[in-house]
């Protein structure tokens, strides 16, 4: 089945302790993205990346970090987490061209006190 | 910097009734269009998309697009509870991968 599967589903942690959000896809794209949800906001793109090594800012990067070492995996690092990035975050990958619609992962909602 | 255009809503209707959704865009370049629909704390989903102007029928969802006037909408006939869920309008323009999204407009069906 293809999906895109993001983990922890839930996480409460505190101030300043780095915590990962990993998310692995099983499509083979080339295309993904981190994405995160607050009321009233929609959704605003964190970073993306077009490919292995490549990766690039999106409207709300500060205070994030993103690797792509693998074509499958692209995890969203919080290196001093701060309550301001308490939120519903989104994963999802697409082929890349520009027809190609977004696949989302289930979602990670973080809380930081 | 593109732009996506959405009422808020609540747009509420009956059970039944047809329920017209809205987006406007900014970038002349945008040449993919996708309707994703979100249920409260859930991911998005895909229910359309749509690349050329005219309409698009899949089951009782329709989608409009006027490149001209660039505006893309949705209808759903025959409008269930079970539709009642947030609609997100996203636009990608031709070379690039990245989806803009619009901030949703909320839909509610009542029975």
């Not at chain 1, 205070?63 to 701060?82: M, Q």
């Not at chain 2, 209808?75 to 619009?102: E, H, M, N």
Request: proline share 5%.
């Amino acid at each position: 089945e293809a999906q895109v599967t993001q983990n922890p589903r839930y996480l409460i942690t505190v101030t300043g302790k780095k915590l990962t959000v990993t998310c692995s896809q099983n499509m083979n794209h080339e295309y993904m993205s981190w994405y995160r949800q607050d009321p009233g906001l929609g959704l605003r793109q964190i970073y993306y990346s077009m490919n292995v090594e490549v990766t690039d800012k999106g409207d709300v990067p500060e205070g994030y970090k993103v690797s792509r070492k693998e074509k499958r995996n692209f995890p969203l690092i919080l290196e001093s987490p701060s309550p301001n990035q308490t939120s519903l975050y989104f994963c999802a990958s697409s082929a890349g061209t520009a027809a190609a619609e977004a696949f989302f992962g289930q979602g990670t909602r973080l809380t930081v006190v | 910097q593109k732009e996506v255009e959405q009422n808020s809503g609540p747009l509420s209707v009956p059970e039944g009734a047809i329920a017209s959704l809205n987006c406007t865009y900014s970038d002349r370049v945008s040449q993919s269009f996708f309707w994703y629909r979100q249920y409260s704390g859930k991911s998005p989903e895909l229910i359309m998309s749509i690349y050329s102007n005219g309409d698009k029928e899949d089951g009782r969802f329709t989608a409009q697009l006027n490149k001209a006037s660039q505006y893309v909408s949705l209808l759903i006939r025959d409008s269930q509870p079970s539709d009642s869920a947030t609609y997100l309008c996203a636009v990608k323009a031709w070379g690039y991968s990245t989806l803009t999204f619009g901030k949703g407009t909320m839909l509610l069906v009542s029975p």
